[in-house]
């Protein structure tokens, strides 16, 4: 399976900044998709990133507060634009298909822990 | 619209004894089920897959789901459970074609007690 890198791991940042969030895969994978999981909260997709096109946001989610780009089949980034404190969340990449990955399974990321002051 | 519930926030339970984690979810078309466990500090990880084939499925640590169709459930089980199990148990689902996203259900905190 692949292994997925998330950087940074955690990160407190005053409101109105924004914080981009690197995820890095050991192998060429075919789709990347980002996710929330806020306090004890349960996760929600942001988007889908395709290599080669814009991402595909979920109803609530826009490209203006969560740009995304995905250079290559290995790397993604989600920027969390003008932070409010409800933007605390846990944010995770997680991978699927290309190579021995199955296109039916997800492999997630370890995370990156986000506090807005 | 995929949905899933988990009706259980927390689950308490001794040292050897069952348990069962309960997923229930909705859906008009056909569908992929999914376990996953979150330890304390850590990402997800899979615990078992239904794809299709026998509706039970097991993972290498004891644990075992079963899909039941009529029902729309797919329960988690272990007959004797370890400190080490507790964890954030979260149940998903997502469409049986193509690259699809997982819907998650709200996850069941299993607390293992001596």
């Known amino acids: 399976s692949a292994v997925i890198s998330q950087k940074p791991s955690r990160d407190i940042c005053q409101r109105g900044t924004s914080l981009t969030i690197q995820c890095q895969v050991d192998?060429?994978?075919?789709?990347m998709f980002w996710y929330r999981q806020q306090p004890g909260q349960s996760l929600t997709l942001i988007a889908t990133?395709?290599?080669?096109?814009?991402?595909?946001?979920e109803s609530g989610f826009v490209i203006d507060k969560f740009p995304i780009s995905r250079p290559n089949l290995t790397f993604s980034t989600l920027t969390v634009s003008n932070m409010s404190p409800e933007d605390s969340s846990i944010y995770l990449c997680?991978?699927?298909?290309?190579?021995?990955?199955?296109?039916?399974?997800?492999?997630f990321g370890p995370g990156t822990r986000l506090t807005v002051l | 619209a995929q949905s899933v519930t988990q009706l259980d926030s927390q689950v308490p339970v001794f040292e050897e004894a069952p348990v069962e984690l309960r997923c229930n979810y909705s859906s008009s078309v056909s569908v992929y089920l999914f376990w996953y466990v979150q330890y304390p500090n850590q990402g997800l990880q899979l615990l078992l897959k239904y794809l299709s084939g026998s509706t039970l499925v097991k993972s290498i640590n004891g644990f075992e789901a079963e899909f039941n169709k009529s029902q729309t459930s797919f329960h988690l089980r272990k007959p004797s459970v370890h400190i080490s199990d507790t964890a954030e148990y979260f149940c998903?689902?997502?469409?049986?074609?193509?690259?699809?996203?997982?819907?998650f259900g709200t996850g069941t905190r299993l607390l293992v007690s001596p």
């Open positions: 990133a395709n290599q080669g096109s814009e991402a595909t946001y």
């Open positions: 997680s991978v699927a298909g290309g190579g021995q990955n199955p296109y039916n399974e997800q492999f």
């Open positions: 192998s060429q994978v075919t789709m």
């Open positions: 998903a689902v997502s469409l049986n074609t193509g690259f699809q996203k997982l819907v």
